[in-house]
């Protein structure tokens, strides 16, 4: 951000010197200088504010909420708690009554958790300083990078309603609730307190920020309603509460019961570093040596490796760091991009997990088949980073029943309604936040069109996504996401993201693909055994009008039946077939079918009633229904976490197996 | 079929269908209906006889089978609105039979025929499995020729005097068989059958069927089985010899040939179609130099013409001399030739003087 501010600046002196030659039309250098001073970045930003993802009402609302559910997941999860979320959208009008939410203006946005807290002398600070935080100047993955999301939106906040940031924090049972006002000096980017104090707060601990602002509420595509829905797909730890605007509130049940291992702070890898950082970072550095400032300020460096640096540089490993420079910086630049060195650590890195991501999808999206894969971490420019995908294929039993039942009779040249060209959604997250713009201008999605589906037997035209009841999910965890843009929306497209998010979209294709093979051998055994009951009834109609009714109808059918089903192989083929359509050979995969779920599905996490400070007096009702309806899944289960054990035993050696593996 | 070699009428081989099945049932086999190949791997050119015969490869079409259990149960339905046209003594189309058999499957969204593709093949596979003609199944096509010249047909009791009927000729119905079509008198030396409507046309307002005493028959391109039936009983009942008048090019040896030898696809019916002693009046390729047809009025043969031609010099029924060479003489001069092109000559000429000439030099191939 520091460099935006310097280019800002710069164009400036040099827009004067050209001038000069006539006096009349310009202004002299010390004129100038009176004009020139610093651009307070909040200042730059209320002129840019599309940079940050306000560009529109619609937007600017979704990335408030964004911004405020991004840093209390990450607070909590820091804090090793579980997170536990409230967001709530409120129309607001002019008068007592709130308007309709499709025709409010103005918004009020309030998001709880029930995470650490923040200490009383950094609130003002947090919440109403830009490029504040804790996450830019470490080398860890986190959902925020810079420092800027809640303050900036707390400032759009105050330039369309003039309404202070309101916030509530408790770190702790023992110690009291404080409430504040805050706003932002947007020439100082210093925080203005207009209100303190010590309140009752019904929460032991936590955060409560509410924000006010213009905006629009919509539904649909790349709205708060799917972004909390993604997020929750994505953070199957978190118990997310939404009030929306008009209906009833939604519970994004917790189904993972534990924290995501939690990420270490790296040094930078010797290969990410640019020359002008390096450069920087001798400079800086508190080693006396150059060897020992390539070791300690350097991840995967070792001693012998430092000096096998300096040696490939022709410098000596006993320089002094700040020595370095000029010509001898570069060949120390050079022999670093020259010399082998061990990937990053990966312990920075936080991957949601195999388990976690079939648990999300399972959650929210109706299908019959579920498969995830974690790819191994990889670099790119020096930075270690993640792929995950997913998959969610088809139609539930419950959707694929209806889509069964037989309509009016056909025509001729009518089709059975079965290819309708729906195309795939794919569902993109960065360090678990979900993108909902730029999808065209995504690593992710060119992954997607690149990846031949046809392999997997699910239709492609050429040019465009899969098509079929089908949701891709693609997660890169990272400690730093090279976004396309300050708003978070599209990654950008470095072949090293590219290939591994390739691997991981053709290791679940594979999968789906046996998938489909293996239900379209189900479903030929189960059209063998119907179509020959389907034509017996027409056959034998036939034969009785051919023989003029001299046939004992009753009596034919049976005995054709009676074939039919030696032919099939009766009851044995009914337990085969069973067999068959389990995950076995699958690894992290759910197979939902009419009998139940073959998989391992991470139970609903059961709901504790939770201190809720937001009054909610339809949500008890809300929530009963949803308990019933557990009730009603949970035999399922049962039944198929038996299934599972005996599966999950099977399924470790077939993990093992060399050839399953390198078969892509 | 159990019922195959029994002649009697064609319900009670219809009611054989039914009959298999019931049989098949009662000793809990997999009821199978035997249906001759109707593909060119299974025809054979029978030199002696000089037509084109079916060979025995038979093909088993039984229900449990998951491939062949729609068409097992579509062949029984159609074999039972076969059966009820007989009892009710109606003939019909073919696609009225399509209309007649579909109907959605209970408790499904299955129809039992989605185009009338699926029915057609099975009448097909019936007339071929029960030995029974199209006709005798009473399954008409269009009417698809006319006939003009000294004859006299019983059609339904009415008498058709195919000399008194203008320039327009009687349309010649699909069913031809004895007791539809009755051949009251013909008084006529040969009979010529020309490929096309035009030169049909010509001959009749020419009167060129009463100057020569013919009987004038056309098919609009290929013959089909009413006017290829009625030219056999023609050439059989009143021993008449066949002349064929057809363009000069691959498709007009081929149409000389179907009516010849039989075709192909309609193998199983030889026996009743072909006439092996029907003769190649014209146009020959050697035409055009001996009549004088300029080389402008040819048309350059096309890559599909050249490679039918290549295919017909390897039918056993061209294998002849003479056929090879009148074949290759057109591909060397690569240049194929309407009938109409005559015209360029004289509007009558083909009347006037080709035919004359022709028949007068006995100038055909065999």
């Given at each position: 951000m520091t460099k935006t501010k310097a280019d800002q600046t710069k164009p400036a002196t040099k827009g004067g010197r050209p001038e000069r030659a006539s006096p009349k039309a310009g202004l002299t250098a010390d004129e100038m200088g009176l004009q020139q001073r610093e651009i307070s970045v909040s200042e730059f930003f209320t002129k840019n504010r599309h940079l940050l993802g306000f560009d529109n009402p619609r937007k600017a609302l979704l990335t408030t909420v964004k911004e405020a559910v991004d840093n209390a997941m990450d607070a909590c999860e820091e804090a090793g708690i579980l997170p536990e979320i409230v967001v709530k959208v409120e129309p607001i009008g002019e008068g007592p009554t709130p308007p309709a939410a499709s025709l409010a203006t103005r918004f009020r946005v309030t998001v709880i958790d029930y995470g650490p807290g923040i200490v009383r002398q950094q609130v003002p600070r947090i919440f109403a300083k830009l490029l504040y935080g804790s996450k830019f100047h470490r080398l860890r993955m986190s959902r925020g990078q810079q420092g800027i999301g809640i303050s900036a939106a707390g400032m759009y906040g105050q330039l369309t309603t003039g309404k202070p940031v309101k916030i509530i924090s408790r770190t702790s049972d023992k110690t009291p609730a404080h409430y504040f006002e805050v706003q932002i000096d947007t020439k100082k980017n210093e925080p203005i307190v207009l209100e303190k104090k010590e309140i009752e707060w019904e929460n032991h601990r936590g955060t409560q920020v509410t924000i006010e602002l213009e905006g629009r509420y919509q539904k649909g595509r790349a709205s708060v309603d799917e972004y909390l829905e993604l997020t929750s797909i994505a953070n199957p730890h978190a118990k997310i509460t939404y009030v929306a605007p008009e209906g009833e509130p939604k519970v994004y049940e917790r189904t993972i019961n534990e924290l995501p291992e939690p990420p270490r702070a790296i040094k930078p890898h010797?290969?990410?570093?640019?020359l002008g950082m390096l450069l920087k970072m001798l400079q800086d550095t508190k080693s006396h040596w150059l060897s020992g400032f390539l070791v300690s300020d350097f991840s995967r460096v070792s001693t012998a490796l430092a000096d096998q640096i300096c040696k490939t540089a022709g410098l000596s490993p006993r320089m002094r760091p700040r020595a370095v420079s000029g010509q001898a910086a570069e060949a120390l630049h050079k022999a670093i991009q020259a010399t082998k060195i061990m990937a990053p650590p990966t312990n920075c890195l936080s991957p949601i997990g195999e388990k976690a991501i079939l648990s999300g999808l399972y959650k929210q999206i109706k299908g019959s088949f579920y498969t995830a894969a974690t790819r191994p971490p990889d670099v790119y420019r020096g930075n270690p980073f993640v792929i995950e995908a997913g998959l969610a294929y088809g139609l539930d039993p419950e959707q694929a029943r209806q889509a069964a039942q037989p309509q009016a009779p056909r025509a001729e040249g009518e089709s059975d309604g079965s290819d309708d060209n729906e195309l795939t959604r794919v569902i993109r997250f960065a360090n678990r936040v979900p993108l909902l713009y730029q999808q065209s201008a995504c690593a992710v999605f060119k992954a997607v069109l690149e990846t031949n589906w046809k392999n997997y037997g699910v239709s492609q035209s050429r040019g465009a996504p899969p098509a079929g009841p089908m949701v891709i999910f693609v997660h890169m965890a990272s400690v730093w996401v090279p976004f396309t843009s300050e708003s978070k929306e599209a990654i950008a497209d470095y072949d090293e993201i590219r290939k591994e998010i390739m691997l991981a979209l053709r290791e679940c294709g594979r999968r789906l693909g046996i998938y489909l093979k293996r239900r379209e051998r189900a479903a030929l055994e189960h059209r063998r055994r119907n179509i020959f009951e389907l034509y017996i009834d027409e056959v034998v109609a036939a034969c009785k009008r051919l023989k003029d009714g001299k046939v004992s109808e009753e009596k034919l059918k049976n005995q054709l039946l009676e074939i039919a089903k030696k032919r099939t192989g009766g009851e044995k083929t009914d337990e085969l077939l069973d067999q068959k359509s389990g995950p076995e050979g699958l690894p992290n995969s759910i197979i939902v079918t009419e009998e139940g779920v073959e998989g391992e599905v991470a139970a609903v996490a059961p709901s504790k009633p939770a201190p809720s400070p937001v009054e909610q007096p339809q949500q008890t009702g809300a929530a009963e229904p949803q308990e019933e309806e557990k009730q009603k899944i949970k035999p399922k289960k049962t039944r198929s976490s038996k299934k599972m054990k005996a599966v999950s035993k099977r399924r470790k050696p077939a993990h093992k197996k060399p050839g399953k593996r390198g078969k892509k | 079929m159990a019922s195959k070699k029994n002649s009697g009428n064609v319900e009670k081989k219809l009611v054989g269908l039914a009959d298999a099945v019931i049989e098949a049932a009662q000793k809990k086999k997999d009821p199978t209906i035997e249906i001759p190949v109707r593909s060119l791997s299974n025809v054979k050119f029978n030199e002696k006889k000089g037509i084109i015969e079916m060979g025995e490869n038979t093909q088993e079409r039984s229900f449990f089978n998951v491939a062949m259990a729609k068409k097992f149960m579509q062949t029984i339905l159609v074999g039972d609105a076969l059966a009820e046209l007989q009892r009710a003594e109606l003939t019909t189309s073919l696609r009225e039979i399509y209309y007649r058999t579909k109907h959605t499957i209970a408790d499904s969204?299955?129809?039992?025929?989605?185009?009338q593709d699926e029915s057609d093949p099975i009448i097909e596979d019936l007339e071929v499995g029960l030995a029974a003609l199209r006709e005798e199944l009473h399954v008409r096509a269009e009417n698809g020729g006319t006939v003009i010249g000294p004859l006299v047909l019983e059609d339904d009791g009415d008498r058709v005097d195919c000399s008194k009927l203008g320039k327009g000729g009687y349309s010649v119905p699909s069913i031809v068989e004895d007791p539809y079509v009755k051949i009251k008198k013909c008084s006529a030396d040969f009979i010529l059958l020309v490929e096309k409507g035009t030169q049909w046309n010509r001959m009749a307002e020419d009167k060129f069927w009463k100057k020569y005493n013919c009987v004038l028959l056309t098919g609009n391109g290929q013959p089909p089985r009413g006017v290829r039936r009625l030219t056999r009983r023609l050439h059989e009942e009143k021993r008449l010899p066949v002349y064929v008048l057809v363009d000069n090019d691959p498709w007009g040896y081929y149409i000389y040939s179907v009516v010849k030898q039989g075709s192909i696809n309609l193998a199983f019916e030889s026996q009743r179609m072909a006439i092996p002693a029907a003769k190649f009046i014209g146009l020959s390729s050697a035409d055009p130099e001996r009549y004088g047809l300029p080389r402008n009025v040819g048309i350059k043969l096309n890559d599909k013409d050249t490679t039918r031609a290549k295919e017909l010099l390897n039918y056993p029924w061209f294998a002849s001399k003479k056929w090879q060479v009148e074949i290759k003489r057109m591909l060397t001069s690569g240049l194929k030739y309407e009938l109409d092109a005559l015209a360029n000559k004289d509007f009558q000429y083909l009347t006037k003087k080709y035919l004359p000439k022709k028949l007068q030099d006995k100038d055909w191939i065999d």
């Open positions: 010797p290969h990410g570093i640019e | 969204n299955e129809n039992t025929f989605d185009s």
